[in-house]
């Protein structure tokens, strides 16, 4: 009788090194390690990436001085040497947003070529940054010397609210009334102009004027009327 061979085994898996696992483990997760690794540094990299600001509007320059003075004064002088103008104040304050000077109890005189003398005086004043130009404000009061002594009366006396005075042209304006004093009588205008240098004061908008009569004005009248010739009657 023949004898029955033993049944097939299959082969026998050969156990491979640990050394050899290990390497085939990071091969295999090394390239998502690295991927993993990629995505948060560019996270990281956007996150603190500065952003670009947006263009922002230039904010509007506050009104405030940027300096003061006490006790000052400006003088302005001719291309000749001859001084034309002076400003006096308690205090003045600039604003550099608009260029302006804004003065306390403000006093403006305006020297002529004959030796005549125009003060304003008022409780506050404006100027421009140069001082060409100044305007007064409460309680404005002007006064013109004919031969520049303040201690003398005035010929021309001004009152009012508003002054707009311009210095290098010696020209004051107000189109406020005002209340003028000089020429023999007072007044009561609605806006004037006044040229220091020809001495000129022209009115404007109506106004009411009151004139102090001179004496033996009346008797001089019919004397005149009755000197004057009769024409003849024709025959």
């Known amino acids: 009788m023949a004898a029955l061979a033993p049944p097939p085994t299959s082969p026998r898996r050969r156990v491979q090194p640990l050394l050899w696992r290990l390497q085939s483990m990071l091969a295999s997760y090394v390239p998502l390690l690295l991927m993993a690794m990629l995505a948060g540094f560019t996270w990281w990299l956007i996150k603190n990436t500065p952003q670009l600001e947006t263009p922002r ?3 509007a320059p506050k009104h405030e001085p940027d300096y003061r003075m006490n006790g000052f004064e400006v003088e302005r002088f001719s291309s000749d040497g001859r001084l034309t103008g002076r400003i ?3 205090e003045m304050r600039h604003y550099p947003d608009n260029d302006t000077l804004e003065i306390d109890a403000p006093q403006l005189r305006a020297y002529g070529k004959q030796g005549e003398l125009l003060v304003a005086d008022a409780q506050r004043g404006l100027s421009n ?3 060409s130009e100044v305007q007064l404000l409460g ?4 006064k013109r010397y004919p031969d520049g002594d303040p201690s003398q009366p005035p010929d021309l006396e001004l009152y009012g609210e508003f002054l707009h005075a311009f210095v290098p042209q010696q020209q004051i304006r107000s189109h406020l009334p005002a209340r003028v004093i000089g020429m023999g009588g007072e007044m009561q205008v ?5 040229d220091q240098l020809t001495g000129r004061l022209s009115f404007s908008g109506g106004g009411r ?4 009569a ?10 005149a009327k009755a000197s004057a010739p009769t024409p003849a009657r024709k025959p």
């Open 214 to 223: 001179r004496p033996g004005a009346r008797a001089a009248a019919p004397a």
């Open 139 to 142: 309680d404005v009061k002007v």
């Open 88 to 90: 006096i104040g308690t």
């Open 209 to 212: 004027a009151t004139f102090a």
């Open 190 to 194: 609605k806006s004037f102009v006044y």
């Open 129 to 131: 940054g140069d001082g």
């Open 57 to 59: 509007e230039k904010a």
